[in-house]
């Protein structure tokens, strides 16, 4: 089994849910495979990027998205069909990001750029309405980020777990990758 982890806003595969994830993964799962690309900064990249890696990999591979990661992630599920665990995803981020325009760092890559109008653009481009993909949001109630209201109205009918007092780190994680390779694993 495969599994795509996309990274949120500012992130990397060095983030530290990133390297739990893979931490956990060797030494309870070691038949499974973590991909964490280094996605770009910029929407229409980093999407082409995660799609690129998904489409080499098995048709049983799945998704693990965490904030702008789990927006990418839902677009991806849908057009491909595949099953997504999203991290206090991002619903809006055209709109949440709005306030990021202009010169960014990226604390975790050491990579300088600018976020502009095109990039908000890319995101809109991407809105997706969870249809085809099979979803399980993990949602941290004292999200400080990102209103986990919005992305649980808007997986409404899929499978949520919210952690109540958790942030957008969601610091209980790790307690959610059992119940989900098990989840994973179930066929569609």
Known sequence: ???????????GPQ??????????????????TLHCPRLS???AQAIQQAEQLLLTL????????????????TWLAEK?????????PAVT????????????????????YT????DMQALLAMQATPRHGQYWLLLGSADEVLDWRQAARHFGRHH????????HRLKRWLECLPPLLNWAKQPD
């Open 1 to 11: 089994m495969h599994i795509i982890y996309l990274h949120g806003f500012n992130s």
């Open 15 to 32: 983030s530290l849910k990133a390297q739990e994830t893979a931490r956990w993964l060797q030494q309870h799962a070691p038949d499974i």
């Open 41 to 43: 900064p910029h929407p």
């Open 58 to 73: 098995p048709a049983d591979s799945w998704l693990i998205g965490s904030s702008l990661g789990g927006y990418y992630a």
């Open 80 to 88: 491909h069909g595949r099953k997504a665990a999203l991290i206090n």
């Open 93 to 112: 981020p055209h709109l949440d990001l709005q306030r990021h325009l202009g010169a960014q760092h990226n604390p975790y890559t050491g990579e300088s």
């Open 115 to 118: 976020l502009g109008d095109a």
């Open 160 to 167: 949520q777990t919210i952690f109540n007092g958790d942030d």
